[in-house]
């Protein structure tokens, strides 16, 4: 029986995903400037890359998704990205160096499709660690912006930039893209008592299957593009994320909530199947338990998540969310904390 050769390093990374993205839609190269309002929380996704000689291995990288049980060898310098694209992409954009051998392993405890930038996060996370490689000197903004050219330039998918971003900063940001894709990000400092009762209010519900990039999104970016930069609704999604930033850094949970509502509300302006079925009988239950804000996260559409902040009463916090768990065998709460860290990489 051969035995396994040791790692000569063990690198990694963790990513936080987001939520309640207030002002999603115009961080878009279709809105060509927008602001953003999200919340970078906590369960992160995470990478660990066994680094060996390239002499030790069989196969120069392996790659494994650990959510799917897929374990496999990649060859990297190519563009036939088939299985796992992003991540497949992610690795040959940052050229591994040609000594060494790798065993890749990616894992999230977030179900796939649940419309909180997993798959942005994890490609965050992924080249970070990558980074480290080669010699280790990006910072958390041009991480970000490597993973959104992942996406965008090599696999020629839509991808706005706040995902991204949320990932490599975690916290409570406000993001405001000056031109696309170029943005600033601030992010939000608050006292303790207001984090913590933030965290506390905040409940996310994943709708039991995965979010899918419809036809009714490309109707949608299609609306958009003829309206331009200036359209009346871009314009609004813009102001709730202002509202959003505002009502945090005063503490002020009541008017949070209706920048949430607001947007969702938005949202269903741009065409009324971005708030789904679901989604609605999820707001509809909130509302009976004292909820005073639903955002749907994401672009919206069909499957994926809403986060919901409640009222001042735990206890009516915990009945709403055995009500929602009760109307369909489907819908499951996710516990969430907030991150007070993006990107961190360690070995």
């Avoid at 496999?72 to 088939?82: A, F, L, Q, S, V």
């Avoid at 992409?89 to 790798?102: F, G, H, K, Q, W």
């Avoid at 109707?219 to 958009?224: D, H, S, Y």
Wanted: glycine share 8%.
């Amino acid at each position: 029986m051969t035995k396994e050769p040791q790692p000569i390093r063990v690198l990694n990374s963790v990513a936080p995903i987001r939520i309640c993205d207030n002002g999603g839609w115009t961080d878009t190269w279709f809105a060509g400037h927008g602001e953003v309002f999200n919340i970078g929380v906590y369960p992160y996704v995470e990478v660990q890359i066994k680094v060996f000689p390239v002499q030790a291995r069989q196969h120069r990288i392996t790659l494994y998704a650990e959510n799917y049980g897929d374990i496999y060898p990649i060859t990297d310098h190519h563009t036939d990205w088939d299985k796992h694209p992003l991540l497949e992409a992610a690795i040959d954009y940052m050229r591994v160096p040609d000594d060494i051998a790798l065993h890749i392993t990616v894992y999230s405890e977030v179900p796939a499709g649940c419309s909180t930038g997993t798959s942005a996060s994890i490609t965050v996370a992924l080249v970070g660690a990558l980074d480290r490689l080669t010699p280790g000197t990006m910072t958390p903004h041009e991480v970000a912006y490597a993973a959104h050219r992942v996406e965008t330039e090599m696999l020629h998918l839509q991808s706005g930039i706040q995902d991204q971003l949320c990932a490599a900063y975690g916290g409570v940001n406000f993001i405001e893209m000056f031109q696309y894709p170029h943005a600033t990000v601030s992010q939000i400092q608050v006292s303790n008592s207001v984090w913590w009762e933030l965290e506390r209010r905040l409940v996310l519900f994943f709708l039991g299957k995965a979010h899918q990039s419809s036809a009714v999104h490309e109707q949608v970016i299609k609306k958009l593009e003829e309206s331009g930069p200036s359209s009346a609704a871009l314009d609004k999604l813009r102001l709730t994320a202002e509202m959003a930033r505002d009502a945090v850094y005063a503490g002020d949970f009541k008017t949070l909530g209706r920048s949430m509502t607001v947007n969702t509300e938005a949202q269903g302006e741009l065409h009324p199947d971005l708030i789904s079925p679901d989604a609605h009988q999820i707001i509809e239950i909130a509302k009976e338990f004292g909820a005073i804000g639903w955002k749907v996260n994401g672009a919206g559409g069909d499957g994926g998540s809403v986060t919901l902040l409640c009222g001042p009463t735990s206890s009516e916090k915990r009945a709403m969310i055995q009500a929602i768990e009760a109307a369909n065998p489907a819908f499951k709460s996710l516990p969430v904390y907030l991150s007070r860290f993006g990107l961190r990489i360690w070995e």
